[in-house]
């Protein structure tokens, strides 16, 4: 029995085979448009922990919806990181360049300047192939070593053309959409006088040329959130 001609034979079968094989493609969040940096930068550092996602979407894949009950997990269509991951890089990118502030999580920084912690939790992230692109989220500013925090509610929903070039492209202004909402939430927070939870942070230290006395906390100001929703107070923790 010959085997060289069945080796060929196989062998171009092969070929055959992986050409006719789908390529996988990847998208990302990251790499939009780039803007100026404002004139006047923030006097002020912030702090983007890792961002809270659904648990249905936390895979490189993407996750489209058909409908309302039922989605479609695509296998050639992938995210170049998990969705989480990049969320947080495009939105620390347009909050650097929106705030002309430095993203220090995990990251050492003087002491003297003031730092903002950002947390975010997506509680939507939904992808309707030639529709839109959702992305509700729940986010807090809290002023790093006071009580004073600004807990509010975004929910951004972008129109998409058809293919998934449009759907990523829809998330990526979803993302920006709300970056603008927390650059707005920080600046409110940065607002308030730098000792407006000071009191809450020691009671009972005694006032100058004063006896001891137990001072009252103070009460957290109520700061109205940059989006839709109900008002949110800082309030202590």
């Known amino acids: 029995m010959k ?3 069945l080796m060929l034979t196989l062998a171009a079968a092969g ?3 992986a050409c006719a094989s789908p390529t996988s493609r990847f998208y990302t969040l990251a790499g939009g448009e780039a803007r100026p940096v404002p004139s006047s930068p923030a006097a002020f550092y912030f702090e983007l922990a890792p961002v809270d996602m659904p648990q249905q979407v936390t895979r ?3 996750v489209v919806q058909t409908s309302p009950a039922q989605v479609q997990i695509l296998e050639q269509d992938r995210w170049s990181s998990l969705p989480s991951d990049e969320v947080r890089r495009a939105l620390s990118a347009d909050l650097t360049q929106q705030l002309g502030a430095i993203d220090v999580y995990n990251t050492p920084h003087p ?3 003031p730092v903002y912690r950002v947390k975010v ?3 939507r992230f939904e992808s309707w192939p030639g529709e839109r692109a959702v992305l509700d989220a729940v986010w807090s500013v809290r002023a790093a070593g006071s009580s004073t925090v600004l807990t509010c509610r975004t929910v951004a929903q972008e129109p998409v053309g058809s293919g998934y070039d449009a759907l990523v492209d829809g998330h990526r ?3 920006d959409e709300l970056a603008s909402a927390i650059s707005a939430g920080m600046r409110s927070v940065a607002s308030l006088p ?3 939870s000071a009191a809450t942070a020691a009671p009972g230290t005694p006032a100058k040329g004063k006896s001891a006395v137990t001072a009252k906390p103070a009460k957290a100001p109520l700061l109205p959130c940059p989006s839709s929703g109900a008002p949110a107070t800082a309030s202590a923790s």
């Open 194 to 196: 730098m000792d407006a």
């Open 15 to 17: 070929m055959l085979a």
């Open 121 to 123: 939790n997506v509680q």
């Open 60 to 62: 490189n894949q993407l």
């Open 111 to 113: 002491e003297s300047v």
């Open 173 to 175: 202004k979803a993302v």
């Open 3 to 5: 085997f060289g001609p």
